[in-house]
């Protein structure tokens, strides 16, 4: 079923309209249009609703992308290849492989991982979910780094596993500036 048929006015058969339904929608949006091109009005017609009716599950704008930021980052852990997480090298190498297919998934959305502001400022991109980032933590303590190393080892990763993604993005077309420039 095509999206937009089943968001309609919500008053026929179709499923009821949701905040995730919305997320996603601002997701496919965002990959075919990039994250510049994203509209309440816009969203509303691809979701067959009226933009106003997604006030009822977004807060505006900066809510949605925020949410596909989370959307993004969502189950993140689970997805780690087991295989390889038998030693600190094969974590890395599979948390970056799992953030990169994120990447190559959704180039245009991407970026946001690294332009939004952050809810909690001293988490890092391209890790910005709590759970991603106490998994790494707690990994690497398991096998013997110390605070240090493992405060050290995540700054580098996530610095060069971010800049390295956001060269791909741009490669494939991606804005990979921020979505508004603050005042």
């Given at each position: 079923?095509?999206?937009?048929?089943?968001?309609?006015?919500?008053?026929?058969?179709?499923?009821?309209?949701?905040?995730?339904?919305?997320?996603e929608g601002a997701l496919r949006s965002i990959d075919e249009h990039g994250a510049q091109g994203l509209t309440?009005?816009?969203?509303?017609?691809?979701?067959?609703?009226?933009?106003?009716?997604?006030?009822?599950?977004?807060?505006?704008?900066?809510?949605?992308?925020?949410?596909?930021?989370?959307?993004?980052?969502?189950?993140?852990?689970?997805?780690?290849?087991?295989?390889?997480?038998?030693?600190?090298?094969?974590?890395?190498?599979?948390?970056?492989?799992?953030?990169?297919?994120?990447?190559?998934?959704?180039?245009?959305?991407?970026?946001?991982?690294?332009?939004?502001?952050?809810?909690?400022?001293?988490?890092?991109?391209?890790?910005?979910?709590?759970?991603?980032?106490?998994?790494?933590?707690?990994?690497?303590?398991?096998?013997?780094?110390?605070?240090?190393?493992?405060?050290?080892?995540?700054?580098?990763?996530?610095?060069?596993?971010?800049?390295?993604?956001?060269?791909?993005?741009?490669?494939?077309?991606?804005?990979?500036?921020p979505v508004e420039v603050p005042l």
């Amino acid at each position: 079923m095509n999206p937009s048929e089943g968001a309609e006015s919500r008053r026929g058969s179709g499923p009821r309209l949701t905040r995730r339904l919305v997320i996603e929608g601002a997701l496919r949006s965002i990959d075919e249009h990039g994250a510049q091109g994203l509209t309440m009005r816009g969203l509303g017609q691809d979701l067959g609703v009226e933009a106003m009716s997604l006030y009822r599950y977004v807060t505006g704008r900066e809510d949605i992308l925020e949410a596909v930021v989370s959307h993004l980052l969502e189950g993140l852990t689970d997805k780690l290849d087991e295989q390889l997480c038998g030693s600190w090298q094969g974590y890395l190498q599979s948390l970056a492989h799992t953030v990169r297919k994120v990447s190559l998934r959704h180039p245009h959305a991407f970026p946001l991982v690294a332009t939004r502001h952050p809810a909690a400022p001293w988490l890092r991109p391209p890790l910005r979910s709590i759970e991603v980032v106490e998994h790494f933590l707690c990994t690497l303590r398991d096998f013997g780094f110390t605070d240090e190393q493992r405060v050290d080892a995540y700054r580098s990763f996530s610095s060069f596993l971010l800049g390295h993604l956001l060269l791909e993005c741009a490669v494939q077309g991606a804005e990979t500036s921020p979505v508004e420039v603050p005042l």
